[in-house]
């Protein structure tokens, strides 16, 4: 069989293809062999497939998990001072009023990523509309039902305001309504990274965030499941400490949580530097 006698790297992970048969496939991302020494040969077939406004897709590509980073660091930040003013026995407004505005900044964020996402995947990213599939309308539909969950949860607060076991249940399960839009975004954003892991030089940093979408998922799962069973354990079942120890770990929870988004932003950004960089020359 013909074996490849240049260093000719993949077109997605840039693995070297030396020595490798020229129908076979990379080794570390399954791209066929043939389809890099097609895309190195024949600029046209590259011309075709390349992306078309780089810059944007970098764009959109770092703006999701950093608004939802940002989203989780200021809705987290109302429970935490409602957390700590109960264990000293003080009382004050002002982690209502961090909350209500938690929630508010955290929608204008969304829409924010929302916004970026309709520019870089504009009908000029053929190639890359393509290859997302059906995972684009998911991350649309995710993203805008983020915002409308946000959006329902302000006008409860404004609505319901004056009605105090309305309030608490909207603080209760703030976490859990949002649980479903947030589950999508990640799952189809997953997709993004696969696709332009793939085209960038930062395959293994794709493969990285990708393992971590799973953990960020599972976590907010475990905060709403913890916002919902501390009132349950101090109010209906009178179990003071168990109570406090829920809130304790919803608290760690909601740091690895955040933690987890700034890991996950780094490795977007450095795809999204690798997507900026000039394409890869045919190795003689």
């Given amino acids: 069989m013909p074996t490849l006698a240049s260093h000719v790297r993949c077109d997605r992970c840039k693995y070297d293809l030396h020595g490798r048969d020229l129908f076979d496939v990379c080794p570390e991302c399954g791209l066929a062999v043939a389809t890099t020494l097609a895309s190195n040969s024949d600029l046209k077939i590259r011309a075709l497939v390349a992306l078309q406004r780089p810059a944007r897709v970098a764009t ?77 309308a998911w991350l649309h539909c995710g993203l805008l039902l983020w915002v409308a969950t946000l959006i329902a949860i302000i006008v409860g607060t404004i609505q319901f305001q004056s009605q105090q076991w309305s309030m608490d249940w909207l603080k209760i399960s703030a976490p859990a309504l949002q649980l479903p839009a947030f589950a999508m975004v990640m799952i189809s954003y997953r997709r993004v990274l696969v696709v332009c892991g793939r085209r960038s030089q930062a395959f293994r940093e794709a493969g990285a965030a990708r393992q971590n979408i799973n953990l ?60 900026l960089l000039p394409p890869m020359k045919f190795e003689a």
């Avoid at 916002?227 to 179990?239: E, I, Q, R, Y």
């Avoid at 988004?261 to 795809?271: P, Q, R, S, T």
């Fill in 60 to 136: 959109f590509l770092v703006a999701i998990p950093l608004a939802c980073m940002l989203a989780t660091v200021l809705q987290t930040a109302g429970p935490l001072i409602a957390f700590i003013d109960s264990m000293s026995g003080q009382s004050s407004n002002i982690a209502g009023q961090i909350r209500f505005f938690g929630w508010a900044a955290s929608c204008v964020l969304v829409a924010g990523a929302w916004g970026m996402l309709c520019v870089g995947l504009l009908a000029s990213e053929v190639a890359l509309r393509a290859e997302m599939r059906k995972w684009r």
């Fill in 216 to 275: 960020l998922i599972y976590t907010l799962g475990l905060v709403a499941l913890g916002a919902f069973a501390s009132p349950v354990l101090l109010h209906k079942l009178g179990w003071e400490m168990a109570a406090i120890l829920s809130d304790s770990l919803v608290a760690v929870e909601s740091a690895v949580l955040i933690f987890g988004f700034a890991y996950l932003v780094a490795n977007a950004w450095w795809i999204a530097r690798s997507l």
